[in-house]
């Protein structure tokens, strides 16, 4: 993938982290992820349309999420409200906004967010976008933010379905 | 000053009504899209309007064109993540008075918002 759709990525969750929390993100290599690869236990997701296309999680494992919602909205929430759900989807929202203002010369469209919650969930993606995931550690514990986007220009035939959740539990 | 916040997200609702009241501001209407804020804004008469852009039903562009058809003067500050300069051009085209990017410091909205007001010939007093 092409690091200019991964470099934005990193820029906005710092700024978002510290501008809105005041929480320092620190990035560490990011990978390719395998298929098999279950998402953690929340996941924040934002489609992409336009110059690009794809989607983008914000997933965090439980503790984290609790830590990193109670952070942003001022108070504890408890998973699985509908508030909980809402504060992670702001927080894709602001990541992935932001970093596709830093796309040069792309103008892309970014959905409303879902968020799934549940303990080894997978998302389904298109089979031909590869999934990169960029792990960042912060106070509040560890997040990832999982890249699946291409530009529209070169794109073929979608090969799969979009984005569907799986949670294997509540 | 009566003030209608539209935005799909309570947890930004509530972060956005935070910041007006320490600005003293606790006369507030919340709308959760453009629908929603389209049929409460004119019983409301808002003197001031924080819209976020990307919400379900109806986005916060589209409100704002078809708000300002009927009304040309309510202050309108548009608060989102489109951060694009073209998408601020947009907005500003549909009829905004002022764009706060997200995130945002409560210091900036609060300023924002002062120099909105101030600009559209309003108090910023509650």
Known sequence: ?170 | MRILLVDDSKTMRNIQKAVLAQLGHTEILEACDGQDALSKAPAFRADLMLVDWNMPNMDGLTFVKAWRSNNKTTPIIMVTTEAEKSRVIEAIKAGVNNYVVKPFTPDLLSQRIQETLAKCGQSAAA
């Open chain 1, 1 to 170: 993938m092409d690091p200019m759709f991964i470099k934005p990525f990193i820029a906005s969750i710092q700024n978002v982290f510290s501008t809105m929390m005041q929480l320092q993100v620190t990035v560490k290599e990011p990978f390719v992820k395998k298929d098999s690869n279950p998402c953690h236990d929340v996941s924040g997701i934002i489609g992409m349309s336009g110059d690009v296309q794809g989607s983008v999680i914000l997933s965090l494992p439980q503790k984290t999420a609790e830590n990193v919602v109670a952070l942003f909205a001022g108070c504890p929430m408890q998973l699985g409200t509908p508030d909980f759900a809402d504060a992670i989807g702001e927080l894709v929202n602001m990541v992935s906004g932001g970093a596709k203002a830093m796309f040069k010369d792309k103008r892309v469209s970014i959905s409303c967010p879902s968020v799934i919650i549940g303990g080894n969930h997978h998302v389904a993606r298109q089979s031909d976008i590869p999934c990169v995931v960029i792990p960042c550690t912060t106070d509040c514990g560890d997040v990832y933010i999982e890249v699946m986007i291409k530009p529209a220009s070169v794109s073929s035939p979608a090969k799969t379905v979009a984005a569907t959740a799986h949670p294997a539990k509540a």
